[in-house]
T-cell receptor
Framework: SAVISQKPSRDICQRGTSLTIQCQVD?????MFWYRQQPGQSLTLIAT?????????ESGFVIDKFPISRPNLTFSTLTVSNMSPEDSSIYLC??????????FGPGTRLLVL | GENVEQHPSTLSVQEGDSAVIKCTYS??????FPWYKQELGKRPQLIID?????GEKKDQRIAVTLNKTAKHFSLHITETQPEDSAVYFC???????????FGRGTSLIVHP
């Protein structure tokens, strides 16, 4: 199985600021995904990070709020911009595993005050 | 798009009892159904999955059943233990896609 790490593991931020979350995979993968898990809620896909092209965003998520970079096949970043308390969530990156399901990183726990 | 409903939202059982979590899906093109377990403060982890050409799959105390006609699938945990306490998510995914649609989750509490 791929090994996925995320930085930071948690952070407390002030409203109006931005936070960039990093996701590193120990093997090359074509697709990386970013999910949001609000407190007590399910997993919602934010976007698919494509290497060499712009990310593909799901309905309700926009590039200005969640810019994504994918500079190579093992790394991606998600920025949460101009944060508000409603952005307090766990942010998870994931990669396909075995051509089938999703394998998740450990998550970044964000609290916005 | 796909819609996955999951019930119950909370399930409380005594140690040793069985637990059943049920999901329904809307898109008949879905052909892969994974189940994830998320312990408190940890990442979701795949515990079992089933494909549409199979009606049932078992792995020790865990089993999953699929009824394609009714678009239902269920997770069965026998002889529950306190370490089974977690949030369980079902999901459904169409062929050719890496992206599943998740249910809302079931919080399972196993009382010693």
């Amino acid at each position: 199985s791929a090994v996925i790490s995320q930085k930071p593991s948690r952070d407390i931020c002030q409203r109006g600021t931005s936070l960039t979350i990093q996701c590193q995979v120990d093997s090359q993968v074509t697709m990386m995904f970013w999910y949001r898990q609000q407190p007590g809620q399910s997993l919602t896909l934010i976007a698919t990070a494509n290497q060499g092209s712009e990310a593909t965003y799901e309905s309700g998520f926009v590039i200005d709020k969640f810019p994504i970079s994918r500079p190579n096949l093992t790394f991606s970043t998600l920025t949460v911009s101009n944060m508000s308390p409603e952005d307090s969530s766990i942010y998870l990156c994931s990669v396909p595993r075995g051509g089938e399901t999703q394998y998740f990183g450990p998550g970044t726990r964000l609290l916005v005050l | 798009g796909e819609n996955v409903e999951q019930h119950p939202s909370t399930l409380s059982v005594q140690e040793g009892d069985s637990a059943v979590i049920k999901c329904t899906y809307s898109d008949s093109a879905s052909n892969y159904f994974p189940w994830y377990k998320q312990e408190l403060g940890k990442r979701p982890q795949l515990i079992i999955d089933i494909r549409s050409n199979v009606g049932e799959k078992k792995d020790q105390r865990i089993a999953v059943t699929l009824n394609k006609t009714a678009k239902h699938f269920s997770l069965h945990i026998t002889e529950t233990q306190p370490e089974d306490s977690a949030v369980y998510f079902c999901a459904a995914r169409k062929g050719g896609s890496y992206i599943p649609t998740f249910g809302r989750g079931t919080s399972l509490i196993v009382h010693p």
